[in-house]
């Protein structure tokens, strides 16, 4: 008896499980009440959108309530055909090239937002009023295709500082160690170091020669080759070459290649020497950036080129560094390339064709643009301690104190990023910048922008037909592939590079560096032609 | 003794094998019905096709048996064949939720190809592709006949089953794991980075990740250290199908240890052997983008940069996906003409084929 008592009320118990199962699955899938439905890509640590305040705020004032459902970024990737999931409205954060963004938009499955221009108060007036936004938004058929993230704070441009280790020095001169070729006193060791290269290296000879972290753990100048950041770029561009990572760069209206510079291969064939001395370290060129900065917590890096030195370091290390002004060549002469990662990012938000309201969902998107919001989707919301409650002198205040979490972990957990419009006048009148941003502004200002190559720009976002994207894909792919090969064998070769490999580089590339130039330089006369026209 | 060895032998291997059993023993089957029947004479039987009379007897009495073949036979369609369908994509204009044939297909002849073939660096990837396999197909395949043949020799039954546990456990370690590993081991900074440093060695450092020459060597040593062990397991079952009769026969006539491994135990499994050959030359140009890929380095390409990972680079990430499917659609031709290659050149030398 009692045995069946027990197997029934297990099985009650069972059929319980499954009914409420069933019911929580299905009212999961119901969003009868929302008017849109948005997949973002979004990782676990990152809060429920649909929770947040700043877009509670945004459904209160326009009255169109959305549904958030989220792709982690792993499974996005797996994704072959976003457009194609059913039940959504829209993706936010697409991540979609340019060709790619062509290519749903002349198949007509995403929505070319030019047409609802009148539903977009904010979003027209940025295109009258920003020509080069709008001219880089177009695709080959003149339609604009997506939302973008429009962040102007003048930082992308220079994404490398150089740092030395200013204890390491004092040690140095406390041992009376210092290279014959280097005059420095403990007074002198502060931000904004001037040194020649060869004085550098002396240095970091010496930082070597002495083991100064001990254990031959010392490592005297680190970067991560080819990064967004942190990269090498300013350590060839004190040759005399407007180098950036992509090679490739505006020189007085022309699109150049760095890599046809003479000085450029002198660059490398430096580079090579240092290596091959132990001075520049191997692991700049197969480590990834989270390995760099693991291994840089505990100061054994004499030298190295980052953004900012807090990141790299642990606490107790971020003293003992300091910032040097790009290296001076033997003419004292101080040269820094600009880097062609764009502040007007495409592709953040398409609007799928099936979305059956689309002016509404626009004049909702429409939001993102103006000031506050924009800070709040990029910073995190007022409510949620992001900013301070009260605005000063009509301008959001950024709240530093976030007690035990630190900023980037605040930010990462409630800012959902994606479509924001973030300039210089916002900046100015409306938002106050971040004091993290500041301060990095503050020393790009001071430390390295002064000292950009004349007539040099970054490559802006450029206006491709479809045949130019067809052929820049197939040109760009083999080029920079042949490029980073032989640039890296060469650095990290155990003979010097000889000029004739360099020049057989470039016979062998010509093709391809003449196609990409020349598609280039079309794409970016017709930009600057539209740009001034309008 | 031969069918005892395909007995324990892996299932391809039986189904393939069995085929050629199935042509040598056809004609017996044949006269066993025929006696069977037992009412016209031969000869009779012979003016009326007699193959076509014997296979409807054959069928009428064992038909149901084909039954047996449809699940193998539907698997075999739909996830085999079915899909093939997509290699369409490979002449049309196409991004994921186009209809592969429909009236929207934009269909653009040879051009993707063009595309694929107009790649400067076309013959490095190929050649890349091929050296890669070509070494990893030299190395790989005797390793673990060699090991299962000395394995198979132990005296200490315990010993053997300890080191082919010992063997095949790496066969376990992820790829993204394993690669790991490798970096640690032989990186920049990595552990015999810093013991040539300790002992004096080059200032630059040994830097075996950004040396095209190491990748082929790397790539195909921790992979064949990896999977060595799993794929004796194949040789093992067939070698222990062999008639321990032979062998006490062998020892009898004074044959050594090492006469039997070569006289008894190889004769047995050579069958088997030549069936995975066959079977290995067939996938030669095709070893997977992933593993490339994890050990891909700027320093490497000139070596790593195989078709595999060209078309997941372009095809796949770029959203060139028409170009992408081209590029592995000449890498499946190319692998059938070798496979037809092997086939007929075992069939000539050996008398063992697939078909």
């Known amino acids: 008896m009692k045995k069946i008592v027990i197997g029934v009320s297990a099985a009650v118990l069972w059929l319980v499980c499954v009914v409420l199962f069933v019911l929580f699955a299905m009212g999961g899938g119901t969003n009868a009440e929302h008017q849109f439905t948005v997949l973002t890509v979004k990782e676990d640590a990152v809060k429920d959108y649909n929770s947040m305040p700043v877009f509670r705020e945004l459904a209160q004032e326009t009255g169109i309530d959305v549904n958030w459902v989220y792709n982690t970024s792993a499974q996005y990737s797996n994704n072959t055909d976003p457009v194609g999931t059913k039940g959504i409205d829209a993706i936010y954060h697409t991540g979609f090239s340019n060709l790619k963004l062509y290519d749903y938009g002349r198949r007509g499955r995403i929505v070319a937002i030019d047409e609802y221009l009148d539903s977009m108060p904010n979003f027209s007036r940025i295109l009258t009023a920003r020509p080069d936004i709008a001219e880089a938004l177009k695709s080959p058929d003149g339609h604009i295709y997506s939302l973008p993230r429009v962040e102007e704070m003048g930082l992308k441009a220079y994404p490398n500082i150089l740092y030395i280790n200013k204890k390491w020095i004092e040690q140095l001169i406390d041992a009376n160690a210092l290279p014959a070729n280097v005059q420095l006193t403990k007074e002198q060791l502060k931000d904004g170091l001037d040194l020649y290269r060869s004085e550098y290296e002396a240095l970091l000879e010496q930082f070597k020669a002495r083991d100064l972290a001990g254990g031959g753990k010392t490592v005297p100048l680190t970067f991560v080759s080819g990064n967004w950041q942190g990269n090498e770029s300013d350590f060839i561009a004190s040759f005399g070459v407007p180098e950036n990572r992509e090679h490739k760069t505006v020189v007085n209206g022309k699109i150049t290649f760095t890599v046809e510079d003479e000085k450029w291969f002198d660059a490398v064939a430096e580079m090579q020497d240092w290596c091959s001395r132990g001075l520049i370290s191997t692991s700049s060129f197969d480590q990834d950036e989270s390995q760099f900065l693991a291994r840089g917590q505990d100061g054994r890096y004499g030298s190295f080129y980052w953004w900012e030195k807090d990141t790299v370091l642990a606490k107790e290390f971020r003293d003992d560094y300091i910032i040097v002004l790009p290296l001076k060549d033997d003419d004292g002469n101080r040269y820094v390339g600009v880097s062609n990662e764009q502040e007007v990012e495409k592709g953040e938000c398409v609007i799928l064709s099936s979305c059956e309201d689309k002016e509404g969902l626009l004049s909702y998107f429409d939001k993102f643009f103006e000031p506050d919001y924009s800070a709040q989707l990029n910073y995190g919301s007022v409510k949620s301690g992001a900013f301070l409650p009260n605005k000063v002198d009509g301008k959001l205040i950024p709240n530093d104190d976030h007690g035990e979490q630190s900023a980037d972990d605040f930010r990462m957990r409630n800012a959902p990023y994606g479509v924001v419009y973030l300039t210089e006048e916002v900046w100015q009148n409306s938002v106050q910048m971040e004091s993290r941003a500041q301060l990095r502004l503050n020393n790009l200002n001071d430390y390295v922008k002064p000292y950009t190559f004349e007539g040099v720009q970054s490559i802006p976002n450029l206006n491709y037909t479809q045949q130019e994207l067809l052929d820049l894909n197939t040109h760009e792919f083999s080029l920079s592939n042949n490029i980073a090969s032989w640039y890296t064998q060469a650095v990290v070769g155990d003979a010097a590079p000889t000029k004739a490999s360099w020049l057989n580089l470039l016979s062998v590339n010509r093709d391809s560096l003449e196609a990409v130039k020349s598609i280039n330089q079309a794409a970016y006369d017709r930009y600057l032609l539209a740009v001034s026209a309008e | ?355």
């Open chain 2, 1 to 355: 003794m031969s069918n005892e060895t395909i007995a324990t032998a892996s299932e391809d291997v039986f189904d393939e094998s069995l085929d050629g059993v199935g042509e040598v023993g056809e004609d017996l089957v044949e006269q066993a019905y025929e006696a069977l029947d037992g009412g016209a004479p031969a000869e009779e039987k012979k003016e009326k096709h007699p193959k076509w009379e014997a296979w409807k007897t054959n069928f009428r009495r064992h038909g149901w048996i084909l039954v047996f073949i449809i699940p193998a036979f539907l698997y075999v369609l739909v996830f085999c064949y079915a899909p093939m369908y997509g290699i369409l994509v490979a002449f049309q204009d196409y991004m994921p939720g186009d209809s592969i044939i429909g009236g929207s297909t934009t269909w653009v002849g040879f051009q993707n190809f063009r595309t694929f073939f107009s790649n400067p660096n076309f013959w490095d990837y190929f050649l890349n592709t091929f050296l890669l396999c070509i070494f990893g197909f030299l190395v790989g395949f005797p390793l673990p006949i060699i090991v299962a043949l000395l394995l198979n020799s132990l005296r200490s039954k315990k010993v053997k089953k300890g080191l082919q546990i010992l063997y095949y456990a790496p066969h376990f370690i992820s790829l993204v794991v394993m690669v790991g590993m490798l970096k640690l081991i032989f990186g920049s900074d990595g552990l015999l980075d810093q013991l040539s440093k300790q002992m004096g060695g080059d200032a630059g450092g040994l830097k075996l990740f950004l040396t095209p020459e190491a990748f082929r060597p790397l790539f195909i040593f921790s992979g064949n250290w990896q999977d060595f062990g799993w794929s004796a397991i194949v040789y093992l079952a067939a070698l222990s199908g062999v008639d321990p009769a032979l062998h006490e026969a062998a020892k009898v006539d004074g044959a050594s240890r090492f006469r039997r491994i070569f006289s008894v135990d190889l004769p047995a499994i050579l069958p088997t052997i030549v069936m995975l050959m066959i079977l290995s030359v067939g996938n030669l140009m095709s070893c997977g983008y992933e593993k490339v890929l994890l050990m891909q380095t700027a320093g490497n390409l000139e070596t790593s940069e195989i078709l595999s990972t060209y078309v997941y680079k372009f095809g796949l990430m770029n959203g060139q996906y028409g170009v992408g499917t081209a590029a592995g659609l000449f890498n499946s031709v190319i692998n059938v003409v070798l496979l037809v290659i092997a086939n007929f050149t075992s069939k000539k030398l050996t008398n063992n084929s697939m078909w």
